[in-house]
């Protein structure tokens, strides 16, 4: 992979989000308050976060924007697809993340960002019920179709580049299948083929983002780009994909954590993570079969950061089978709540000659306000990388993502650990910004 210096960026950045819900319009509202001045963007590394570039003598911490060439937040240019029509000012009080004071300074902006017909298919969320979706005639239309927004929001905006994030809802579960997923060739024919039970739409998307030479963020647990045939289309057109679902709440106290547990190793017999939650994601949610694409994806985190193979006794003894600890995740739809979720976490460690004890941790977070810096942070570093001549996998963007890509197919083990991801997001900034990547402690 190269670790050439990105180019600076020339022009706007189009920033096209599937998706125009809560978390794509308190995306959309921050940015365009903190361009106002009327808000800060908390939460986001690339206008936050300062890193140690150099050694030595040559030590210094700078911000991102000062090692690397980022796009600035007054470059951006926002569309969107929804199943819905309404636009993003619409969505915005419909979500009730944000406040009115928030939202009507910046009213015109929202309004004028409506949503192109979605490319939508019911059988992968049976709760929405929208009528702004396109007539397909089958996949492969589906796809041209949003090929076709892409080059008519382009020319209509004027745009230099463009980045497409998927902040829409969870698919249901979609298994790879190696014989549909496994090649290019193979997915092509399939949509081709209208093969509806393995091509979601979100796929359609992907394929059409990459296609039109947009870097691809899956930000939901869906598949989509974690399939070989994704791979080799962001290599054909030299395109970076990331995903995939934004580690936002539970999960990023969770890859925090369980490095306390492992470093320090003590044993772990049983992780029990619960969830209520009131918003359209939390209803959509609730429908087992989207359920069960969340469920994979978060039970994943602590697996690959306290390994029972590696040690048979901490992680070895729970009520699994008894060969791992118990690790149980549950989301609940509750209204009351909104956007404004509640996680609990119970875990069941144990220490010197097995003694055990236990952890408690209450999230009191919302969603969407923590899901929004990590939308301006993977679109900005996606459209870096693009620059600096990165494409495939963008392994440094796993520090923002619940469930990182990695080539399953070679064995790879995804890095969950929050300090490891931390490192590798460092090093691809200082290789970007043309520094050297080290291992050196700040
Ligand atoms: N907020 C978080 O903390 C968090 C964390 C991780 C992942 N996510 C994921 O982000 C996504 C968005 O969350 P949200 O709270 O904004 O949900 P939301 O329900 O408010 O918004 C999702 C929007 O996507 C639209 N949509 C569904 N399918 C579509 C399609 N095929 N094309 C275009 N639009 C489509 C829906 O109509 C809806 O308006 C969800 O998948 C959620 O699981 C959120």
Redesign the pocket.
């Known amino acids: 992979m190269a670790t050439k210096k990105a180019e600076a960026p020339k022009g706007k950045l189009g920033v096209l989000v599937?998706?125009?819900?809560?978390?794509?319009?308190?995306f959309m509202a921050g940015v365009l308050a903190a361009r106002k001045g009327l808000a800060k963007p908390i939460g986001s590394m690339t206008q936050y976060d300062k890193i140690r570039v150099g050694e030595g003598e040559d030590k210094k911490y700078l911000h991102y924007k000062d090692i690397v060439p980022l796009a600035e937040l007054d470059d951006i240019v926002f569309g969107?697809?929804?199943?819905?029509p309404?636009n993003a000012f619409e969505?915005a009080v419909n979500?009730e993340v944000l406040k009115a004071k928030d939202i009507l300074p910046i009213k015109e902006e929202l309004e004028a960002i409506k949503?192109m017909k979605?490319?939508?298919?019911k059988n992968?969320?049976k709760r929405?019920d929208?009528d702004n979706v396109k007539e397909c005639k089958d996949r492969w239309d589906m796809t041209e179709q949003i090929r076709e927004d892409i080059r008519n929001f382009k020319k209509e905006t004027g745009v230099d580049r463009v980045v497409v994030l998927?902040?829409?809802?969870?698919?249901v579960y979609v298994p790879v299948d190696e014989k549909v997923h496994g090649s290019l060739e193979a997915l092509e024919a399939a949509m081709k083929a209208d093969d509806k039970e393995h091509i979601a739409?979100?796929m359609c998307?992907a394929y059409a983002a990459l296609s039109e030479g947009a870097p691809f963020i899956m930000?939901?647990?869906?598949t989509t780009v974690d399939i070989p045939a994704m791979w080799e289309l962001a290599e054909k057109t030299k395109m970076p994909i990331a995903g995939k679902?934004?580690?936002?709440?539970q999960t990023l106290v969770k890859s925090g954590f369980a490095p306390i547990i492992g470093t320090r190793c003590l044993g772990l017999s049983g992780w029990f993570s619960t969830n209520i939650l009131g918003?359209?994601?939390g209803?959509?949610?609730d429908e087992p079969a989207n359920f069960r694409t969340?469920e994979v994806s978060k039970l994943s985190t602590l697996e690959s950061i306290l390994v029972p193979e590696d040690q048979p006794d901490l992680y070895g003894h729970g009520n699994d089978e008894d060969t791992q600890y118990y690790h149980k995740v549950r989301i609940n739809y509750y209204p009351p709540r909104n956007?404004n979720?509640e996680g609990w976490d119970n875990i069941d460690i144990f220490g010197w000659m097995g003694y055990p004890m236990q952890i408690k941790i209450n999230f009191l977070?919302r969603?969407?306000i923590?899901?929004a810096p990590?939308c301006l942070d993977l679109v900005l570093l996606s459209d870096l990388a693009q620059r600096a001549g990165r494409y495939g996998i963008q392994r440094f963007l796993s520090f923002f993502l619940?469930s990182p890509m990695h080539d399953y197919t070679k064995n790879e083990v995804p890095v969950n650990h929050l300090f490891q991801q931390y490192v590798m997001l460092k090093n691809a900034i200082r290789e970007m910004g043309g520094y050297e990547a080290d291992e050196t402690i700040d």
């Open positions: 599937v998706g125009l819900g809560a978390v794509s319009s308190t969107a697809w929804d199943v819905y309404a969505s979500a949503p979605a490319a939508f298919d992968y969320a929405l929208g998927w902040a829409a809802s969870t698919e739409p979100s998307y930000g939901a647990p869906n679902d934004f580690k936002t709440g918003n359209r994601d209803l959509v949610l969340k956007d979720k977070c969603d969407s923590l899901a990590l619940k």
